[in-house]
C-alpha cells in the first residue's frame, strides 16, 4: 500500500486539551516521544498533564510519501490538532484535525510498552492493517529533523553509516577479478565467493547494512553467485540500494536478473549477459542468447545504465575477435 502523504495520515499533531478521567494513567503519557527513522526524528509528541487534562504539540513532517514501511520526500514540518481524547483501557484515544482541511479528521489510539510507546490509526477501510509506528521516549528540548535527503527512501532501522565489514567483502570480491579473465583461477575465485556470500548472508540478517552503498556492495557479491536464488536476492539487494539513493545501483539490478533468467533457461531481456562456450579445437564462442530484443525498447535501457542493442553487438563483435 502505498500513500500520498500531505495532511491526511499524521498520527499526533498540535495536542490540544485531551480530557481524560481520574485515574487512568494519564501521568504515564506525560513525556516527550518521537518516532525515529536513520537516527532522526521523524515526528516528534509532547504532553503534559494539567488539572486532569493531557494536552502537548506534536510537529511532524509537512509532505511525505509513505510505503508501508518506508518514508520517502519528506520535506517540511507543521502541525496538527488534537480535537477530542480519552483515555480506555490503559490508551489514550484522540481524534486528530488537519490543521489545512477541517473535513479531515482521523482517530488514533496510543498504547505504552516498557520502553516505548505504540500509535495506529483506529478509523482504516476495512480489510487494510498497517503496522504500529513505535514511539521512544527522548530529550525534552529534541527536534524534528530537517535534513533528509530527497532521492532516499528511509527505513525505521536506517543509518548514514555504512558497514565496513560490507566494503571489505567487496573489495576482495572485486579485487579477484581485476586481473585478465584468462588466466583467472575461477576454482578458488569461486570458493572464495562462496565465502563471502556467507559472510554477506550473516550481514544482512543481523541487520548491519545501512546505506545504499552497502546494499549495492552485497548486490555485487551475490550477483557472483552460482544458483538463481543468488541472483534473484542480488536483484532485490540492489533494488534497495537504488532506494536509498544509490541510483547506479540500477545496472547491477538489471545484470542479475538477466542472469537469473538466463541461469533458468529463459531469455534475457536486457542484454547485459555475455556467455563463452570453449569448444573442441580449442577456439572460444561468445554469444547473448537466449535474448528477447524485443521486450525492452532502447529508450528503457538508456534509463537503467544499459547500453544499446547497437552497442552490444560491437562488444559481441569485440569478445568474439578476441583470442
Known sequence: MKLRVRGLLCFISLLTV????????????????AMKIA????FLLKLEVRQSAIQGVYVRPEEFQMANTLFADIRGIRTDSVSAGQCRDGALHFVVQNAHDPNDQDNYVMRLSEDHAELAPEDLPPGIVVAPRVFVRVAANAKVATDWQPNRAYSANDSDQPSAEMTAIYDADQKGRTTDP????WATVDKADEARREETRKLLASGALHTGEDYEHAAFVFQHGGSPEDYLLAHTLAMVAVTKGDTTAIWVATAA?????HSLGRKQIFGTQFLSHAEGDGRTTWTQEPYDRALVPDVLRDQLGVPAQKI??????????MK
Not at 26 to 31: A, L, N, V
Not at 257 to 261: G, I, K, S, T
Open 182 to 185: 584468462a588466466h583467472i583461477d
Open 39 to 42: 537516527g532522526r526524528n521523524l
Open 18 to 33: 485531551v480530557a481524560l478521567a481520574e485515574g487512568s494513567g494519564m501521568d504515564d503519557f506525560r513525556g516527550t516521544w
Open 312 to 321: 552490444q553487438e560491437e562488444q559481441l563483435r569485440a569478445y568474439k575477435s
Open 257 to 261: 536478473l538477466d542472469r537469473y533468467l
